[in-house]
């Protein structure tokens, strides 16, 4: 009973020892003193733990300066390059990203850039532009995109993606908007206002679309104010469109020609652009003279005519 007493008190001394942090330092000096010569060997080296392994209040205060500095992930673009060309044909409704990594609690706002000028456009998910056309659409996990419906030529431009970090991290876009180019053209390649035919042949025109990144949009074609691409009331009227790199190439056939064919003719791209030319169905004239030039010719065999009729009329007022 005494030597388990004594056991118990060694423990007991031990234990306060160990909590005050004496224990470590003197581990050799209390193993060969008073109670603790009781205790097992084992036992000394189960708590005999390195003193420089153990934290100290210094290192204690250390880690606290360290998690005190630690800064959260700072945010950045996908595009590494910070800087982007966009390009979109006229009317289209185009996307501008902004993919941004690590945002955390910031914010993304799109505005635009004129001279010296900056248009706030949107602030979070919010809008604030006055053009309804403008408007912030997000694509998860991290796309803040733009979106301009129908853009236009107004549109084209710089725009920014900045984020509200410190200092602010701006992603710069540069809009570019191509306005197609559309033309009724002759046999010759050239773009015409006029084309004559005669009675009884068929009129061909070609329409030339250029400067379209996405040749996607529909070409029409209208007599008037009629639509062709799907008339079956006259009959024998065809339209042949081709899709080319960049436009395309669209063909009206309309045989057998008679006086009712004549007027003005449209090729479109849909809604964007057009281009017109006037048909004259001519009966007896040779249309050929009158495409290359012979039109102005018969004009001047009618000039002496022409002046007689000013001379009479003039005779006729002063006589009155």
């Not at 236009?152 to 306005?179: K, T, W």
């Not at 639509?227 to 960049?246: A, C, E, F, Q």
């Not at 009158?290 to 002496?304: C, F, R």
Request: some cysteine; aromatic content about 8%; overall charge negative.
């Amino acid at each position: 009973m005494k030597s388990l007493a004594n056991e118990l008190a060694a423990i007991y001394l031990l234990l306060h020892c160990y909590v005050s942090g004496s224990v470590l330092k003197n581990v050799a000096t209390l193993q060969s003193s008073g109670p603790f010569m009781s205790l097992p060997r084992n036992f000394w080296q189960e708590i005999s733990v390195p003193y420089t392994d153990l934290p100290s209040e210094d290192d204690e205060q250390e880690d606290e300066s360290v998690e005190s500095t630690t800064h959260d992930p700072y945010p950045f673009f996908d595009d590494s390059n910070m800087t982007t060309n966009v390009t979109t044909q006229l009317g289209s409704d185009v996307y501008l990203h902004c993919r941004v990594n690590d945002l955390r609690e910031r914010t993304v706002s799109w505005v635009r850039r004129k001279g010296d000028e900056i248009h706030l456009i949107t602030v979070g998910r919010q809008t604030y532009s006055s053009d309804s056309r403008y408007s912030l659409q997000y694509q998860p996990p991290n796309d803040w995109q733009l979106l301009i419906q129908y853009s236009n030529e107004r549109d084209e431009g710089h725009y920014e993606c900045q984020i509200s970090s410190y200092p602010p991290l701006v992603y710069l876009v540069y809009l570019i908007v191509v306005v197609p180019r559309v033309e009724i053209i002759d046999e010759r390649g050239q773009a015409t206002l006029d084309k004559f035919y005669k009675a009884g042949s068929t009129i061909e025109l070609k329409c030339i679309i250029s400067r379209v990144p996405q040749p996607t949009s529909y070409v029409t074609w209208k007599h008037g104010m009629r639509m062709l691409n799907y008339d079956t009331s006259r009959g024998g009227i065809s339209v042949k469109t081709d899709l080319l790199p960049g436009g395309a190439m669209s063909r009206l056939y309309i045989a057998n020609a008679n006086r009712y064919d004549s007027g003005n003719y449209t090729c479109a791209l849909a809604d964007i652009a057009q281009a017109m030319v006037s048909v004259h169905v001519l009966n007896g004239e040779n249309p050929a003279a009158m495409q290359h030039g012979g039109a102005a010719q018969v004009l001047t065999h009618q000039v002496p005519r022409i002046a007689a009729l000013i001379v009479l009329t003039a005779t006729t007022l002063r006589s009155r």
